[in-house]
């Protein structure tokens, strides 16, 4: 058979269309490929060591935390000062990671939980010190402890802003608020307890791109915490009813909200956690702002908790 011009030139743009769709998949299967954890920690393990083993660290005047390198052999080192924990990878069951963080101040005023939101001043850096995010104590931003993200996924801080307590604050003629006694620290975080496989945009000219498996540093100021999501005068961490540092699986009226379709809230979240129609707030009827020690029926189970009594 014999092809005309145009029909060679159908063909050939076929051809090429199909190939270039082929090549488009392939590239999309290798980009969206997501690494093995083990294998990614094992590479950023030792070159966070050798970061914190390399470089120290200056407090300015307002209290700012500078990272800078090592010039003289006996200089202290960010790993003199550093505290190392553990913390178990949240995909993965026999990956532990180490993390190595510094508690310069440890911060005046109330205690943090895992359970608590706690407002944060911070300065998110890769380990060439370029600048991914920031926010200052004009502008600071809330943060769940339990699942942190400060402008990017920051797993790690759930394990170490529990060693803080916040601050203090008074407010100026001028509405904006002077925040002192917080606690000040830096953490070094391996990528899989922040942004693992994703990266982060640069939000302006001052910032830097984060690319996908980057361990980050983080500083921080812990200015203020709220202690109480629900507003129900049960403390957050008094919510974890099983006590395993989770608030989020503590639902006592589960069964309830499943019987009538109510989207499912844990304890912390819930202004009445049996589900009685009273307010867990006004099951406190011995008035003392407690409702945890209020039991009317003698069952055993605070009135707060127990749908029988109101």
Sequence with gaps: MKLTGKSSILILITGLLLLSSKCKKEK????????????????????????IKTHTYVLDAYYNVHIEPVTDP?????????????????????????IYYLKIAEGQSDSITTADGVLLAYEIQDFELNMIKRKT???????????????MGALGLRKVLPDFNV??????????????????GVVFLPSGLANY??????????????????PVI?????????????KDNVPNIIEDLNGNLDPTDDNTDKELEDKYKIPN?????????????LPTKQE???????????????????????????
């Excluded at 999309?28 to 970061?51: G, H, P, T």
């Design 167 to 184: 601050g203090t604050y008074t407010a100026n003629p001028d509405g904006t608020v002077l925040f002192s006694g917080y606690g000040i």
């Design 265 to 277: 809230i844990p304890n912390y979240m819930d202004a009445d956690d049996d589900g009685d129609s």
């Design 28 to 51: 999309e299967e290798v980009e969206f490929k997501i690494r093995d954890r083990k294998e990614q920690y094992a590479k950023e393990k030792d070159s966070i060591l050798n970061f």
């Design 74 to 98: 006996g200089q202290r080192t960010i790993y003199d000062d550093a505290i190392l924990v553990q913390m178990q990878d949240t995909a993965v069951e026999d990956l532990t990671y180490d």
């Design 197 to 214: 496989q994703y990266a982060v945009a640069a939000s302006d000219q001052n910032f830097t791109r984060l690319p996908a498996y980057s």
């Design 137 to 151: 104590e004009l502008f600071p931003q809330w943060t769940n402890v339990w699942t942190p993200h400060i402008g």
């Design 284 to 310: 406190d009827t011995n008035g003392n702002g407690d409702p945890t020690d209020d039991d009317d029926d003698g069952d055993g189970i605070p009135n707060y908790l127990d749908p029988d009594t109101h």
């Design 218 to 230: 983080v500083k921080f100021k812990t200015l203020a915490v709220n202690q109480d999501f629900d």
